[in-house]
Every structure is written in structure tokens, then in C-alpha cells.
């Protein structure tokens, strides 16, 4: 199975039942059918946004240490590989995050992501290939 890609937007609309996009969150993880892994940054990112909803940041770290949010990427090993993935879309404000998740693509050759960012639908890792988005917002 192909690890699925997790990014901050599904973990904070999963967390907070009133995001208007918690439901399709849902149905989108439970159909997912690889390992859920994503990057220190998208963690960073969702316990912050959930800072002021009791509980969220230690449920959030307790799916880490679950093994649920898998996170295989390591920053001391691939800094330059970011470097060039921030470069390569400098036009296009690509945060942090969103960069360490390119570059995890290409390191687990899956393309398949749980976000809720439309800016996955121009990036592409591995060169040229296309994110699979596998949540549906139309």
C-alpha cells in the first residue's frame, strides 16, 4: 500500500466538528487506504491552529505516538532538497509545510494527499507527476 499524504487543513477540519469540511475529512481518511504520513511542520502548523480548542493538541500528538500520523521526514537530511522545492515555487508562496510535503512525495513515491490546499493541484513532486487529491471539495 502507498502512504497517504497528510496535510494541516484534514487534521484541524477532523479535530474541529464545526470546519465546514469535517465531514468529507472523515470520509476521505476512512476510505484512505495506505499509512497516514506527513512532516513535523504540518503538526507544528495544526496544534497551533487548534490551540484554543481544549484537548486538540494532545490528541493530535497522542495519533503521533499512536503510530496513526506516521512521520518518516527528517529536515537534517534532506534541508537542500527543501531548499529547491521552496525555490522552485517561490512565485507561488509555498509555505514551509507544503514543501516538506513535496519533497516527502517524492521520497515515498505517492502522490496520493489528504489536503484541503487547491494549490496541490499545480504542484507536482518527483519532477512533473500530479498530486492525487483524494478529498473532493466541488
Known amino acids: 500500500m502507498k502512504p497517504v499524504l ?78 529547491r522545492v521552496l525555490r522552485k515555487y517561490q512565485d507561488r508562496e509555498l509555505d514551509f509545510a507544503d514543501a516538506c510535503l513535496i519533497h516527502l512525495a517524492s521520497e515515498l513515491h505517492s502522490g496520493q494527499i489528504l489536503t484541503l490546499d487547491h494549490d496541490f493541484e499545480t504542484y507536482r513532486w518527483s519532477g512533473n507527476k500530479p498530486f492525487q487529491l483524494l478529498i473532493s471539495l466541488s
Open 6 to 83: 497528510l496535510d494541516t487543513g484534514v487534521i484541524v477540519a477532523l479535530l474541529d466538528r464545526s470546519e465546514r469540511h469535517h465531514k468529507s475529512c472523515q470520509a476521505a481518511l476512512e476510505a484512505a487506504a495506505g499509512p497516514l504520513v506527513t512532516c513535523e511542520a504540518v503538526i507544528a502548523e495544526s496544534c497551533y491552529l487548534l490551540r484554543s480548542l481544549p484537548g486538540a493538541p494532545e490528541a493530535i500528538l497522542e495519533n503521533v505516538v499512536a503510530g496513526t500520523f506516521q512521520i518518516p521526514f527528517q529536515l537534517s537530511r534532506c534541508a537542500s532538497q527543501i531548499q
